[in-house]
T-cell receptor, first 116, second 115 residues
Framework: GNSVTQMEGPVTLSEEAFLTINCTYTATGYPSLFWYVQYPGEGLQLLLKATKADDKGSNKGFEATYRKETTSFHLEKGSVQVSDSAVYFCALVGRAGGTSYGKLTFGQGTILTVHP | NAGVTQTPKFRILKIGQSMTLQCAQDMNHNYMYWYRQDPGMGLKLIYYSVGAGITDKGEVPNGYNVSRSTTEDFPLRLELAAPSQTSVYFC??????????????FGPGTRLLVL
């Protein structure tokens, strides 16, 4: 079956530091890949996505590139802010034959805390 | 446009009690989903629906039931609450537009404690 593995957290950074959160996946076919973010006390919201190999998703200064050869979708940001403190989830929608109905498979989430 | 709404926000149940978690969306989305989020475990799919009258099991359906009588509403029913069902429950929906079909919109969640 499909699975997503994220780097262990929590991650603690100072403001303006560089961020990388690693994500690797296992899936048959050509999945779509996502990063969702959950701010304290809120539901998840889409941060960025990529639907095919070598695509780069980007939003709010965050980027991730769909690497099929390494089955990875690492999240990066060049300069984090205190407001980026949240839980980040890597996820995929598989496309191994038939219709996926958009069902997401999530990683375990990575807690990011940014200090001033 | 309220998006996806969930009620209640928080509930304490005794073992063996039942309750219904409500979910509604006003975006005319065909697809709706229920997830549970356990600490350090990510989200697991409980049930999903691809339209009114059509539901199917996800990864962790045991102990839950759903119905979808309208496009807007997708309630989740717990019949006999157990401590293992202590979790945060999220409802989500996705667009019928094929280009955006895979982007899900989440509600704020319901925190459930079973004692």
């Amino acid at each position: 079956g499909n699975s997503v593995t994220q780097m262990e957290g929590p991650v603690t950074l100072s403001e303006e530091a560089f961020l990388t959160i690693n994500c690797t996946y296992t899936a048959t076919g050509y999945p779509s890949l996502f990063w969702y973010v959950q701010y304290p006390g809120e539901g998840l919201q889409l941060l960025l996505k990529a639907t095919k190999a070598d695509d780069k998703g980007s939003n709010k200064g965050f980027e991730a590139t769909y690497r099929k050869e390494t089955t990875s979708f690492h999240l990066e940001k060049g300069s984090v802010q205190v407001s980026d403190s949240a839980v980040y989830f890597c996820a995929l929608v598989g496309r191994a034959g038939g219709t996926s109905y958009g069902k997401l498979t999530f990683g375990q989430g990575t807690i990011l805390t940014v200090h001033p | 446009n309220a998006g996806v709404t969930q009620t209640p926000k928080f509930r304490i149940l005794k073992i063996g009690q039942s309750m219904t978690l409500q979910c509604a969306q006003d975006m005319n989305h065909n697809y709706m989903y229920w997830y549970r989020q356990d600490p350090g475990m990510g989200l697991k799919l409980i049930y999903y629906s691809v339209g009114a009258g059509i539901t199917d099991k996800g990864e962790v359906p045991n102990g839950y039931n759903v119905s979808r009588s309208t496009t807007e509403d997708f309630p989740l029913r717990l019949e006999l609450a157990a401590p293992s069902q202590t979790s945060v429950y999220f409802c989500a929906s996705s667009s019928p537009n094929r280009a955006n079909q895979e982007t899900q919109y989440f509600g704020p969640g319901t925190r459930l404690l079973v004692l």
